[in-house]
């Protein structure tokens, strides 16, 4: 009784004391005026794409027409020619000697020819003599024309307008007919080559435009189709030919999209989406009120994203302030 006699003062301060203080409830959460659009299915034309590599349209492997050690070289890699410039230099010393033979013979023949001819009129020599002299000045000027022609292909030429784009030989190598000596490229006109299974070859035709993405999408227009199939790939090559398009280099990777069949997508724009780690995220307007919503994306088409499951037909996705936003926040939809 002492003991409980003592505390009842205390429990009785204590009772009387001061209530105990809670913290004040958070403030409530601001509306945001955001943009929506109701998620709809759309129609798309669904592609098979295809490797291959960009290649110049008229490309040529330069050879020597005549066999002979190369002298010089006017041309080097990445440099550009016009038609007929010079390429490289042939030491031909065989060829020299007989263009200087048939001329030597030449010569000859028509000295025999004036001869023959002085002496036809005063008829001290046959008809006969005089055609065959006539017959020899003929073929030595045939002689010589072959001969010289033989020498001109110890210059080496441009076909065409290009780049010099390899070179197969050194100065002192010995070339021949047969024997890569430069490569060269027209790098204005460029196309696309790949090589496209039996499957989806139905899908391609002459004269139709098709997209091919390297560094950007350029549309492209198939110029051939081969007939046959590579034995070993089982694949058939087709070209598209591709416009000017600055930075385009030959050798670049790329893919043609071959369209296969129309089918409808669930698409929202890409600014919707976001990403956090590897979840990817929408706001839902739903209720007056912001829904974050998990999603899983598929293709990425221009400024828009396939999504593959997280959304239904028909729903209001937030395409704007979704930076500013939290799951749970009032939301005003700007008509």
């Not at 709809?40 to 490797?51: D, Q």
């Not at 989806?200 to 091919?212: C, F, H, N, T, Y």
């Amino acid at each position: 009784m002492k003991i409980l006699s003592r505390l009842l003062p205390v429990l009785l301060l204590t009772a009387c004391g001061k209530p105990e203080q809670y913290p004040a409830l958070s403030a409530p959460l601001p509306t945001v005026t955001v943009k929506a659009e109701a998620v709809k299915w759309s129609p798309h034309m669904a592609v098979e794409e295809a490797v291959g590599t960009v290649r110049s349209k008229q490309r040529a492997v330069v050879e020597a027409k005549v066999s002979g050690r190369v002298l010089e070289y006017t041309a080097t890699p990445g440099a550009m020619v016009k038609a007929g410039d010079l390429l490289a230099r042939l030491d031909v010393q065989e060829i020299q000697a007989k263009v200087d033979q048939a001329r030597a013979m030449l010569d000859q023949a028509k000295r025999d020819f004036d001869r023959q001819k002085q002496l036809i009129v005063s008829n001290a020599t046959t008809r006969q003599e005089f055609d065959a002299t006539d017959a020899r000045v003929k073929i030595g000027t045939g002689a010589v024309s072959e001969a010289e022609t033989m020498m001109s292909y110890a210059k080496v030429t441009a076909p065409f307008d290009g780049v010099v784009t390899r070179k197969f030989a050194d100065v002192g190598d010995l070339a021949m007919p047969g024997k890569p000596l430069l490569e060269i490229e027209a790098p204005t006109s460029l196309r696309f080559e790949a090589d496209l299974p039996e499957a989806i070859l139905d899908r391609v035709k002459l004269g139709e435009k098709m997209s091919v993405r390297l560094a950007k999408v350029i549309e492209g227009t198939v110029s051939e189709i081969s007939p046959v199939a590579d034995p070993v790939s089982r694949t058939f090559n087709v070209k598209l030919d591709l416009p000017p398009t600055d930075g385009l280099r030959t050798g670049q990777f790329g893919r043609v999209l071959v369209p296969v069949a129309e089918v409808k997508l669930l698409l929202v724009p890409q600014s919707a989406v976001l990403k956090r780690g590897q979840m990817e995220l929408v706001f839902v307007a739903k209720d007056g009120k912001a829904a974050l919503r998990l999603v899983k994306t598929g293709k990425e088409l221009e400024d828009r994203v396939e999504v593959l499951s997280g959304l239904e037909e028909g729903e209001q996705i937030i395409v704007s302030e979704i930076a500013k936003l939290t799951d749970g926040q009032p939301v005003t939809i700007q008509p």
